[in-house]
């Protein structure tokens, strides 16, 4: 079973600009790195939709780069400070960093304490937008708060040069365009214009501030080209998405890990072929050595489903496959690998490794691989055996999983794997399935699903040890 990986993170105490150079981009181990997909192109072009729902299908961190720089704009004009004063907009845009999060129900921007997500789409911050990141010595400083935002989650970016400046590291650069009279249409229906009159001024505006950002707008070379001027938002959305998994599987494919490549684990054929006769044999000492029942099998659908369950013993991976007779895939601490007693019963039901401790997220992107190739997975969201005859608290990264694959979540509650609990009598309890049909990977999603699913395994769980069946 698989412990689920926080997708919050906490406030930092002091929120400062501090640089970070290309080399940092890339430090430490590949399979301890975030991933990221850049997305750039000239205004009007579609790129801030097509990345922020690419960011909420994946489930990854979205971060507007244009938006930092609206901000400071925004800010600027607030404060009388000239827009050709580059000086003293560098210090501005170090005392007073752009914050960039997801609020109640929508990504918000906020700067020096104030929510502008609506002020900065006004027509006039465009103008602001353009001539402050003109100057090199802000775009400087926000380049490395640009950075800062996306380097340790999974993150969209998009903006004008965010795959050849701010992220030249990503795993995928995207370059979207449109030929100018559709960008001005977009644009114009953006700032409630109206009339060919206006969608002229629109597309002059856009053909002067193409002409100032183009030093800015250039396309990586290694970058994808989308002209978007006869292709839909989805469209665009899902050809990014396919996009990306087909680069994820590359670079999984060639990830070693514990002797293995990530595809192999992935795949483990050899393992799961002796799926059937480990059960076999080992299932009297599941039935008989713990006694165990199972209660509500009868509601897990016939499909791959994400079972999420409580979490307090070595065996509680059997304890969940037995009653179900079926492959549940887990994963595992990466010394199983290796051992020499349990590496071929690991094999059998699916076991993938995970390195604790150290950030591990190749096993985040197996387990991911592993539901979208048709297989059911496991997944202990409190992270580690708890002990105290209660439930801890749930990561939300199962939830995530869910949502961007489209599975169905079982709750699962086991009782009596403490040895507080009852002594060789363990019972497993099966809850209705959560299903989250066309609901997107916000992190307001992904907090509601969490909650929902966890508050069904606190039920089943108090229900066992009341003694009362259901």
Partial sequence: MASSTNTTESPAALDISRPVSKDQLV????????????????????????????AETLGFNYVETGATYRALGWLALERGIPLDDGARLRGLAIAQPASLGYGVDRWEVKIAGVDITDAIREPRIDDAASRVASHPEVRDVMIARQRQLSLDRDSVLDGRDCGKVVRPDAELKIFITADLEERARRRGGQQDESGSGAESNVAAAL????????????????????????????????????????????????????????????DNESGLANFDKVLRRTRPVWEKGFRLQAHGVERVPDEPCLFIANHASTWDPAFLISPLNRVIRYMGKADLASNRYLKNLADAIGFFPVRRGAGDRVALHIGEEVLRRGDSLGIFPEGTRVYEGRLARPRQGAARLALITGVPIVPVAIYGNRWSES????????????????????????????????????????????????
């Avoid at 053909?207 to 183009?214: H, K, P, Q, V």
């Fill in 423 to 470: 002594l060789f009598k363990v019972t497993v309890a099966f809850g209705r399935p959560h299903r989250f049909d066309g609901q997107l990977a916000t992190p307001a999603n992904i907090r509601n699903a969490t909650t929902a699913v966890w508050a069904d395994v606190q039920e089943l769980w108090d229900a066992q040890r009341a003694d009362r069946w259901f």
């Fill in 27 to 54: 430090e430490g181990e590949r399979w301890t790195r975030a991933l990221t997909i850049t997305v750039d192109g000239p205004a009007g072009s579609g790129k801030s939709t097509v990345a922020r729902l690419v």
């Fill in 207 to 266: 053909e002067a501030r193409d002409a100032r950002d183009a030093k800015q707008s250039e396309a990586a070379d290694d970058a994808f080209v989308l002209d978007t001027t006869n292709v839909g938002i989805q469209e665009a959305v899902d050809l990014l998405v396919n996009m990306w998994l087909e680069r994820r599987r590359e670079l999984l494919d060639g990830e070693m890990t514990q002797g293995r490549t990530a595809r192999e684990w992935i």
